[in-house]
């Protein structure tokens, strides 16, 4: 049972380059989220995944797209990369929202470099 | 707007102490809050959940208490271990749909 998988582990851009991070999870929850940690600043919301078919944005939407492919997936597009964007990535998953009272599972996080 | 607070940034104890982690809120209007652990380059690992009628929630030797009038949760470590260094976050509800995380305790334990 792998739980909730992020690829890749490190990745390093040029400004203005694009590139996805993926997420899957094996414990057929319904909401997924994206989030990043900075120092200082703990984590936060990107984009969130309710169910299959929706997302929505989070706190710090802006330069980032996402797609939920399926029940177990969840993609994070960066379309033009920033230096402000350089942070480590982390995908999680709950049974279902934040009413439901399920716990937040995370993965090891994309460490990304943007220069 | 919620806010969350951690204090102390980090601590050091001795193996073997009794050690208490704190965690404020601004906000009481919570569906819960949790508490997870962050070894070093790695993703967070939830600890315990506390539901917003609740006041406290027990696994192994952690004790999570939750004070929703005052705002405020603990997180009790009993016989701290090696072990147990890492660093401890909680996390509130905040609106419909989303977290707020504080920035974190840093925890050392010394053998």
């Known amino acids: 049972n792998a739980g909730v998988t992020q690829t890749p582990k490190f990745q390093v851009l040029k400004t203005g380059q694009s590139m996805t991070l993926q997420c899957a999870q094996d414990?057929?929850?319904?909401?997924m989220y994206w989030y990043r940690q900075d120092p200082g600043m703990g984590l936060r919301l990107i984009y969130y995944?309710?169910?299959?078919?929706?997302?929505d944005k989070g706190e710090v939407p802006n330069g980032y797209n996402v797609s939920r492919l399926n029940k177990r997936e969840f993609s994070l597009r960066l379309e033009s990369a920033a230096p402000s964007q350089t942070s480590v990535y982390f995908c999680?998953?709950?049974?279902?929202?934040?009413?439901?009272?399920?716990?937040?599972?995370f993965g090891n996080g994309t460490r990304l470099t943007v220069t | 707007k919620q806010e969350v607070t951690q204090i102390p940034a980090a601590l050091s104890v001795p193996e073997g102490e009794n050690l208490v982690l704190n965690c404020s809120f601004t906000?009481?209007?919570?569906?819960?809050l949790q508490w997870f652990r962050q070894d070093p380059g790695k993703g967070l690992t939830s600890l315990l959940l506390?539901?917003?009628?609740?006041r406290e929630q027990t696994s192994g030797r952690l004790n999570a208490s939750l004070d929703k009038s005052s705002g405020r949760s603990t997180l009790y470590i009993a016989a701290s271990q090696p072990g147990d260094s890492a660093t401890y976050l909680c996390?509130?509800?905040?609106?419909?749909?989303?977290?707020?995380f504080g920035t974190g305790t840093r925890l050392k334990v010394l053998a």
């Open positions: 414990m057929n929850h319904n909401s």
């Open positions: 906000d009481s209007a919570i569906y819960n």
């Open positions: 996390a509130v509800t905040s609106g419909t749909y989303k977290y707020i």
């Open positions: 999680a998953s709950s049974e279902a929202g934040i009413r439901s009272n399920s716990p937040l599972h």
């Open positions: 995944s309710a169910s299959e078919g929706t997302t």
């Open positions: 506390i539901q917003s009628s609740q």
